[in-house]
Nanobody, 127 residues
């Protein structure tokens, strides 16, 4: 079993920055893709960003392009989400996800594509 633990959430003013981290532990498997999702109250969980095992391929939702950056450190089994220029509409619970992939360059974007999920971390952006 794989465990994912997110950290770095909190309360920030609009225009501020936060850096989320997600550490994976448990059964070792590679390659695996990782991603960040978010869910606001009353809304469906949506993809925010994703990264391949190699780190060479990334995906960003249109709403966060140019503001968020996803990265990973495979030596530490950790994925990061640097969030800059935060807006009130970024307020949500942010979830980390991971799944095995057939190739190091495979990019997984949808919620259905992930097998493992973290418990979530709250991000609140005040106006």
């Amino acid at each position: 079993q794989v465990q994912l633990v997110e950290s770095g959430g909190g309360l920030v003013q609009a225009g501020g920055s936060l850096r989320l981290a997600c550490a994976a532990s448990g059964r070792s498997f590679a390659p695996y893709g990782m991603g960040w999702f978010r869910q606001a109250p009353g809304k469906e969980r949506q993809s925010v960003a994703a990264i391949s095992w190699s780190g060479g391929r990334t995906y960003y939702a249109d709403s966060v392009k140019g503001r968020f950056t996803i990265s990973r450190d495979n030596a530490k089994d950790t994925v990061f989400l640097q969030m800059n220029s935060l807006k009130p509409e970024d307020t949500a619970v942010y979830y980390c996800a991971a799944t095995e992939t057939s190739l190091p360059t495979t990019l997984v974007v949808t919620t259905r594509g992930y097998n493992y999920w973290g418990q979530g971390t709250q991000v609140t952006v005040s106006s």
